[in-house]
């Protein structure tokens, strides 16, 4: 628990200092152009700052969830600092494909935990996938939710009618079942035994 808000606080200190400080809000975010002149650090840094409040709280309010909830199995596989290094790594490879996408175009840029955030929620949903979780106000089994959420997000992601950055939604979700596959190789046994024993609104 200690870990997950420990990266709640870092972000919403970094976040916040970035709302009144356009200097530092253009030196984090994700901007090709800065990226190939060696300024790798923004594949990282793009994930501690947002767009507003609601953003940042979004993003903060669902990693508290099931950041405290699987923050525990990275410790106990990886070491003290597993969940950060999970964290660290779902951040990078959920930006990685948008970036490729659009290196040579010096206006796009992105920002945001959302990517990581996701890779968070899929890993949860891979270890209880008939957890409920809240919509709104409606309950929804977890790996309903999962398929509800990849479809509308890949839906978005091919039409790209809005500035929210979908790719990053889709490829953080896949790294956080992946990696937790092959972190904890018990889990995709157990995930496909839970799938054939239904339980809604558990």
Do not use: E, K
Not at 52 to 81: C, E, I, K, V
Not at 115 to 130: E, H, K, R
Not at 172 to 192: C, D, E, M, N
Request: proline share 5%.
């Amino acid at each position: 628990m200690f870990i997950t808000l420990l990266i709640i606080a870092v972000t919403c200190v970094v976040s916040f200092a970035a709302f009144g400080n356009r200097r530092l809000f253009d030196a984090l975010i994700l901007w090709p152009p800065a990226v190939r002149r060696g300024q790798y650090y923004r594949l990282l840094s793009y994930g501690l700052i947002h767009a507003d409040g609601a953003h940042l709280f979004f993003n903060m309010f669902t990693l508290y969830f099931f950041g405290a909830a699987m923050a525990g199995l990275y410790q106990r596989l990886l070491g003290p600092f597993g969940f950060v290094i999970f964290y660290t790594g779902a951040l990078l490879a959920s930006i990685l494909p948008a970036y490729l996408r659009h290196s040579d175009d010096s206006g796009y840029r992105s920002l945001g935990a959302s990517g990581a955030v996701s890779a968070v929620l899929f890993a949860f949903i891979l270890v209880q996938p008939w957890a409920t979780i809240v919509v709104f106000v409606l309950p929804v089994p977890a790996i309903v939710y999962a398929v509800l959420y990849l479809g509308y997000t890949f839906y978005m992601d091919r039409q790209r009618s809005d500035r929210i950055n979908h790719s990053a939604h889709l490829w953080g979700a896949l790294y956080g079942v992946v990696a937790t596959a092959l972190i904890a190789p018990r889990v995709l046994p157990w995930f496909l035994s839970q799938l054939m024993q239904p339980r809604f609104l558990h």
